[in-house]
């Protein structure tokens, strides 16, 4: 299992310009096979900072995912409200273990 976690400074006005495209964003890679979430969280101390959080089967669906028109097509939304800046960090998951009691 492979999680990605992205973090993206921006502006308010600009992350309210992409709502639609991330909520299209999101829905699409939901559908997408091997994606077991996706998911944009706006902070709610700091409105101008998103963070992704994804977690895919493998890197091959992660790959896929790469290579889909709605990713295209998302990519291009940003590019009109650049992010001031954006990291972003794959971790491969071991074995899920139970919360504690």
């Known amino acids: 299992m492979i999680i990605v976690l992205a ?3 921006s502006s308010l006005e600009a992350i309210e310009s992409l709502r639609g495209a ?3 964003m999101q829905q699409a890679s939901r559908a997408e096979a091997g994606c077991h979430d996706y998911t944009f ?4 101390g700091d409105p101008g900072r998103l963070r992704i959080v994804e977690l895919w089967e493998s890197m091959d669906a992660l790959r896929a995912h790469f290579a889909m028109p709605h990713m295209a097509k998302f990519r291009e939304a940003l ?3 650049p992010p001031k800046s954006m990291s972003v ?13």
Not at 90 to 100: S, T
């Open 22 to 24: 991330l909520i299209e």
């Open 41 to 44: 969280l706006q902070e709610v």
């Open 7 to 9: 973090e993206v400074e």
């Open 89 to 101: 960090k794959l971790h491969e998951l071991g074995k899920q273990l139970e919360m504690p009691s």
């Open 79 to 81: 590019s009109a409200a």
